[in-house]
């Protein structure tokens, strides 16, 4: 199966590196890198882990149409207020009748159920089990291990860097000091201000409502705050008194529909919620046959997320084999 990336940062190279450690038991190659920064690359026989950049194309359009692939695999920066431009790079594979594998929530978020019928009426598949809690198997664990199973809420502890900062607060630093740690680590967005005022938070909730609770909202439907307003006096005058802060996703049903937010919430320390650190994920499910069931990620990295992108490469083999 060949393989076209649109965007090649941390976590393509690691999918690269991934594939490459694979090959000899899934024989899939990426044929063709698109990069807004540093051009394109493109070799029918199989572009290396760090290829050499050359060619410049007017867009995806025009890549896409040479690239000769079976997937695209969207992988572009982040932008969680519009989904752009990873939006339209999707439906121009749909377009191309091409499978499309994302670690970009942002187009779930902003528009899951008209892609799913466009891929749909394209013939082809869809999958974005990297784009919420890295490759951990969550959308994949309610499709194919929970059938007849109705999501009516959920809560997690979905975003990194706010973790981060808030620990780094903890021990004395400021707030700027913490987002550099998070820097430092990889795991902040481009713009680190979609994660300390919640963006990062409100587009993983949005994905999570709209594939599990058919919810149709974007995440300027979600109740945000960020924890942009705490100062490191008042986390360490938490700390003292064995509590924390966390940024918290929910996701509910109620009458009038799907109730989303995502607000800095003041937790003891042995809470749940509150014990998750540093890239550590967590979802908790509020379903209607299994009662409340969840998962933990315990510091994944971008080899999780190239995993998760690896996944879905081999679920689309196995459907459409």
Known sequence: ????????????????????????????????????????????????????????????????????????????????????????????????????????????????????????????????????????????????????????????????????????????????????IAQSLGIAEADPSYDLDGWDSAAKTAALANVLMDARTTPRGVDRQGIGAFTAEQVRGLAEQGKTVSLISRGVTTPDGVRLSVHPEILRDTDMLATVQGTSNLILLDTDLMGTIGTVSISPGVEQTAYGLFSDLVDIVETTS
């Open 1 to 180: 199966m060949r393989i076209a990336l649109i965007g090649y940062g941390h976590v393509g190279r690691a999918f690269a590196s991934l594939l490459d450690q694979k090959r000899s038991r899934y024989p899939f190659r990426i044929v063709a890198i698109h990069t807004a920064r540093h051009g394109t690359a493109i070799d029918p026989s199989g572009l290396p882990p760090a290829p050499a950049f050359q060619t410049h194309l007017r867009g995806v359009d025009e890549f896409l149409d040479r690239a000769g692939c079976d997937v695209a695999a969207e992988i572009s920066t982040l932008n969680p207020e519009t989904g752009e431009p990873a939006l339209t790079h999707i439906r121009s594979a749909f377009a191309r009748r091409r499978h499309v594998i994302t670690a970009n929530k942002g187009p779930i978020a902003h528009a899951y159920a008209s892609l799913v019928e466009e891929a749909r009426n394209a013939g082809v598949q869809f999958r974005f089990e990297a784009t919420v809690m890295d490759g951990t198997p969550l959308f994949n664990m309610v499709r194919k291990n929970l059938p007849g199973v109705k999501v009516r809420g959920f809560t997690g502890v979905l975003n990194s860097t706010s973790k981060v900062v808030i620990a780094a607060m903890r021990e004395g630093k400021t707030l700027e000091e913490g987002v550099a």
